[in-house]
């Protein structure tokens, strides 16, 4: 049987079940036990957006995703799936793909600026209490009206040094900063730059418009993230993922019903999104994934138990993909009723006692019908992928990255006058008149200013990119914060 128009299928039972491209914003789960088929399953389903058109982002935190850069056929099996299944148009085929990278080694850097990131999201990954993440809303306030730009770690590190030196000085207009919070705030920012995450605070700022391209064959740009190293600081990668989710919703314009989605995100070990997480950025996650279906944005969590992801989110997940899990504990029996449960029931089909007996790449697959209503679950083969499951060699990831139309500028990094410059400078003045010389921190210097064309083109690009981020939420910055109201304001 061939793929019906304007589907994208996904999967083989008694019948196609295929994906509508006007539904795939309203979200996906992607669940089941460790080797079970989760990625093909991702796999198949980013290859199908590409081919309409759609672009894709997805973290890659195994390290082996990279090869849908290139055509596959390194595993014959699938090619005899394929004819098994009868996939009519089924040819081995590579994807348009750019690689990035928080690190800058395996891809295009990526980086945000301290501003941008906001205190909420950096108060969860420095892993701050109520009140010294109050305190570190309180610096953002004061960075603020003194026009202090943080943008990288030496600028928050500056500026919490000087918040603390000046305590005494902003207590009346501002509120209490206490020298234990400026302490836990330091020591995580120690802690987080050892960790590597200073190498994503600074300019350029990464572009979201960069991850929503097409090819000269209108195919999607599948954008890779590596995180093999990212996930050694999982609330790093958990947190920066929601960033990217809550800058999307915060950027792009009100959609309405769309065709097909203007992106895909895929959030890979979903459950570190939730953990310990407190309940208000909880309440904040699942505002942002029901409100960016209207900014033409699908996000697909993939996680081995459906029960990782709170119910109120799990709710709006409509496309749903059930590998098999197996029932060893009473937990694991509990989360096998729970994923039945969220299925549309078969009155012929047993779908609790079929996700214990799921096969490699067979899953249990529900899917929104043309009305929004999900369809009846259906035990069924998952397609095979058209890509190389093998990852690319390191010359090959090094000839898809210099390929890319964005090599050369995320690259070169720019440092440019921010809040440390500016609170050394105004040390050394006040030194200056005392007579005593002012030395830059240790391990720190000033930054060098280059005055060549291209990092002043540069400079402006991110200025105006900063500026655009600041304008109207100075204090509340994202969504997470914008929809906060007034009980998000800092104190």
Known sequence: MAQRTGSLLIAKGKNDIAVLPRMANR??????????????????????????????FMADVKGDLSGMAKQGGDKPEFAERAASMAIDDFRFEGCPTVLWDVFGQQGHPVRTTISEMGPLLLSRVLGLNEVQSGVLTLLFKVADDNGLLLLDLKDLRAMTQYGGDNADQFKTGYGNISTASIGAI???????????????????ALNLQDLMQTDGNSKGVINILAADKLMQSPRLYATFLLWMLSELYETLPEAGDLEKPKLVFFFD????????????LEDKIEQVVRLIRS????????????????????????????????????????AVRAAA?????????DVA?????????????????????????????????RSRLTPLTTEERKAVISASLLYGHYEKAVDRESAYEKLLERAEERNAESGQPTPAPKGRTAAPRSE????????????????????GRQIIRGVLGSILGGGGKRR
């Open 269 to 280: 070990e979903a459950h570190l999104l939730f953990e310990d997480a407190p309940k208000a």
């Open 452 to 471: 060549t064309a291209d990092l002043l083109g540069a400079m402006a690009k991110s200025a105006a990119h900063a500026i655009g981020s600041q304008i």
């Open 353 to 385: 006692k079929a996700i214990m007996e799921l096969g490699v790449g067979e899953a249990l697959v529900s899917v929104l019908d043309a009305k929004g209503s999900p369809t009846v679950v259906e035990r069924a083969m998952i397609c095979p992928p």
């Open 341 to 349: 449960e969220t299925f549309r029931a078969d009155p012929g089909l």
């Open 295 to 334: 900014k033409g944005v699908g996000i697909y969590f993939v996680t081995q138990n459906p029960l990782d992801v709170p119910e109120t989110v799990l709710g709006q997940l409509g496309n749903r993909v059930q590998h098999a899990l197996r029932a060893f504990t009473p937990r694991d029996q509990k």
């Open 186 to 204: 330091q020591r995580g920012l120690l802690a987080l730059e050892e960790q590597g995450g200073g190498s994503f605070f600074g300019e350029p």
């Open 27 to 56: 979200h996906g789960l992607i669940a089941g036990a460790t080797g079970m088929g989760k990625t093909v399953t991702l796999r198949v389903l980013a290859e199908q957006f590409s081919r309409i058109g759609v672009p894709v």
